[in-house]
Every structure is written in C-alpha cells, then in structure tokens.
C-alpha cells in the first residue's frame, strides 16, 4: 500500500483534501501532514504551497502533484527536492476562465455595466449597436487555458489571435509566437488576455512598452499571475486613458492591501483570485489516475519542465 501525504497552506484545507484523495485512492494510505511529525515513508505528495518542513522530513518522496495549474510558487520553494512535479491541467478550469473572460469582456464592448447604472435612475437609455471587430481579443499563452479561452470568444464572434513561446499552427485563428511577433501581435490586439505561467521569461511582461502597443482603449484583463504586472505602469496606463480599463484576479501581493491603489480605481475591476478555481473531484480524479499511470511504471500527463518554469 503506497503512501501519499498532503500538505497545503491550512490545517483546514489539509485535512478536507485529506478526505477527498482518500476516497479517490481507495487502494493506498493517504496522510494529513501535521507540523512536527517524522518521515511517514510517503512516495508522493500533493500539495498546495506546502511548508517548507515537509521536504526537510519526506526526503522518500518520488512525484509532487500541484493542486493548481501554476506552479510559480512551488518551483520557488527553495528546498523543493529534484524530482518530477506535476500539476493541473485543465481540470474543470478551463470553462471557468472562458467565463470569466466573455463576463468582462461583453460586459464592456456591450455596455452592461453602463446598463445597470441607467436602470439605477429609471433611464431607458440603448447604446449604439457593438460590432465585434471594433473588440479584437489577444491572448497571451495558448496552453490548457487560454486556447479553451481564445476558442470560446472566438465562438462568441469576436477577433482573436494569440500568441505563445512555440508556433501553433490549425488553431482557426491568427497566432503569432517568441518575442519577435509579440509586437504584431500587440497592434492588433484591444482587449488583452493574460493566461501565461509566471516564469523569469514573463515577469513583468504587462509593462509601460507593452502597454504603449496595444490599439487605442486597451482592456487588460489578467487572470494568470499578479507577477506579470508592473503596476506602476498599468496605473499610469489607466490614469492617462491609454488603456480604458483593467480586469485584474491576480496581484503581486495577495490578498491585495486595503491601501492598494486599484481599489478605487474608476477603471479597474477586482476579483480575489477566484478566476478559475481548483475542482476537487476533477482535481482528485487527474491525480489519483496520474498516480495509478507512475504506479504502473508509465508515463503521466501535466510534469512540469523545470528548465521553463511550466
Ligand atoms: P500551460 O498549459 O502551461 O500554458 C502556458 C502557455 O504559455 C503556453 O502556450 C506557452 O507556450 C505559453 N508561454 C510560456 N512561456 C512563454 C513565453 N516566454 N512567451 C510566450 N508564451 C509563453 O498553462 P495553463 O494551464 O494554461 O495555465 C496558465 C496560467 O494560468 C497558470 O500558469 C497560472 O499562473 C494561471 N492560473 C490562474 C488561475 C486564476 O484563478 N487566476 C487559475 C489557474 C491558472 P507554448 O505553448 O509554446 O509552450
Ligand atoms: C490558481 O491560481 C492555479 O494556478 O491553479
């Protein structure tokens, strides 16, 4: 009987995943990690910005499981040991962040935001109508969530295009790849998507030069990581009206400070990191057949390339 241990941020969230990877891998020993225990022989572990004190003590460990999509945080721990790390992919995320993306963005190209502030005053007040092409969507990273994401407004009517780290080719749809077509990408793009993994490659990505290339009353809505932000360059972007407004899930500190500018921000739109969030039976059904798969001595899907960062 194999034995597995997760490890997450809270006692709390610890002990309900303990519970449903229990039911998922009825045939091994699943464990709750607690502060100050020994070695429990674990071969695997599943986790979600675990303490830094499980590494020091499962040193058996042989794959971690990231209960999340981006593994930024993980790759960061400074004492992550040297073996296969894989993560979420899709997992019930992906109509999650299609949602949320044909949400803002018809919330904006259609008006509905200036519907409700109509209604609050009785006032019967049509906008003129919106064609699509005025709205052409970019999306930066063509993965398991922003392809789902580029399809879905692209099925909803409007332009898209996207753009990635390698060529794509039979998407339906413009895409442009590597830092060389990130400019032609940019000019045609009004409404920019962010779903790239924060890497040292993309930090800071969504800054003052970027900004300055997207076609005129720029949205920017990003769903992936705050890190990919230069903040003092989207405020000075949404200040002088460069770009009209901001969508942003993510920060680059999180929870996000009560004193922190975006707030009151008339331009920008917050959510708490709730985008697109991690589905327990999905999420236990990827791993407990990835586990199954290692198990079996054959490969599993979503192992994270340390050489990228993703
Ligand atoms: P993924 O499948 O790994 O896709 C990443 C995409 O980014 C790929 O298309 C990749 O290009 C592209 N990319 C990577 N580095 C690049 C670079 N330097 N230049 C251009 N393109 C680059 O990731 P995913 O599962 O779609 O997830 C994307 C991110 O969403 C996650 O990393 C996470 O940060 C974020 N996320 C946020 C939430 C939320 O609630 N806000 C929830 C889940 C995930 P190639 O295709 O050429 O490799
Ligand atoms: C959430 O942000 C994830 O990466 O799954």
Do not use: C
Request: hydrophobic fraction near 45%; glycine fraction near 8%.
């Amino acid at each position: 009987m194999t034995k597995i241990i997760v490890a997450t941020a809270t006692p709390e969230a610890t002990r309900r995943w303990h519970t449903v990877m229990q039911a998922a891998l009825p045939g091994h020993e699943v464990i709750a990690w607690e502060p100050g225990q020994s070695s429990t022989g674990a071969r695997y572990a599943i986790v979600w910005a675990p303490p830094r004190a499980l590494f020091e003590v499962e040193t058996g460990l042989e794959a971690i499981f990231n209960l999340g999509a981006g593994v930024d945080a993980i790759l960061a721990l400074p004492d992550l040991p040297d073996i296969p790390v894989y993560r979420l992919e899709d997992a019930g995320m992906a109509p999650q962040m299609a949602e949320y993306v044909i949400h803002y963005l018809s919330g904006m190209s259609r008006g509905f935001d200036s519907y409700a502030r109509a209604q609050a005053q009785s006032r019967w007040a049509p906008l003129p109508a919106v064609r699509h092409a005025d709205w052409p969507v970019g999306v930066m990273g063509l993965g398991k969530l922003g392809m789902h994401v580029a399809r879905a407004v692209q099925a909803v009517g409007y332009p898209v295009a996207g753009w990635a780290r390698s060529a794509r080719e039979q998407t339906g749809f413009d895409t442009f790849h590597g830092a060389e077509q990130l400019p032609a990408f940019l000019a045609r793009t009004r409404v920019l998507v962010n779903l790239l993994p924060l890497t040292p490659q993309t930090r800071g990505i969504i800054n003052r030069s970027l900004l300055e290339q997207l076609r005129p009353d720029a949205v920017v809505i990003n769903i992936a990581r705050g890190g990919h932000v230069v903040d003092a360059d989207l405020l000075a972007a949404l200040d002088s009206g460069r770009v009209q407004a901001a969508v942003l899930d993510v920060f680059n500190q999180e929870p996000l400070s009560p004193e922190h500018p975006y707030w009151q921000h008339p331009r920008v739109r917050i959510t708490p990191h709730v985008a697109a969030m991690t589905l327990e039976a999905e999420a236990a059904e990827q791993i407990s057949r990835r586990i199954a798969q290692l198990e079996a001595g054959e490969p599993a899907s979503g192992r994270v390339q340390r050489e990228t960062g993703y």
